[in-house]
């Protein structure tokens, strides 16, 4: 009796578990992601329709090679190398994307701030920093 229970209730577990499992929600869309990450930060930074047309294809272009650099770098996450030169090598290529993205990053503020106010520019940036973090915390379905 006391095994039958016990399976039982094992058995229950397992279903649970596997409606839960599939149940989780929709896959990850890499392209809503990045209109509403483009609509966020204009609307967040208060830019004017004139505005928002001027400043949104030159920050998706900018999304679109940081997101490059993002991959590229993103190949050194389960790096494993066989000696120290490929170990030395890493970190360079490492060091060299890492200031290739400042780098982007400088020269498309740079080109923001010859269309629009330098408030708007930084506004902008805080407002993808704000969007990045809430939407980390819907990932990990944190408040």
Do not use: W
Request: aromatic share 10%.
């Amino acid at each position: 009796m006391k095994a039958k229970k016990n399976i039982l209730t094992l058995l229950a577990c397992l279903f649970l578990h596997t409606a839960y499992a599939q149940t989780n929600g929709p896959k990850f869309d890499p392209v809503k992601f990045r209109h509403e990450l483009v609509e966020f930060v204009v609307d967040e930074a208060g830019l004017s329709p004139a505005e928002k047309i001027v400043a949104a294809p030159i920050y998706d272009e900018f999304l679109t090679k940081k997101q490059e650099l993002f991959k590229q770098m993103g190949k050194y996450r389960k790096f494993n190398g066989t000696n120290d030169k490929s170990y030395a090598d890493a970190i360079e290529d490492m060091d060299r994307i890492a200031i290739e993205m400042k780098t982007l990053q400088q020269t498309y503020h740079r080109r923001l701030l010859k269309m629009l106010p330098a408030k708007k520019v930084y506004a902008m940036i805080r407002a993808e920093k704000v969007f990045n973090k809430r939407s980390f915390q819907k990932v990990t379905h944190r408040k």
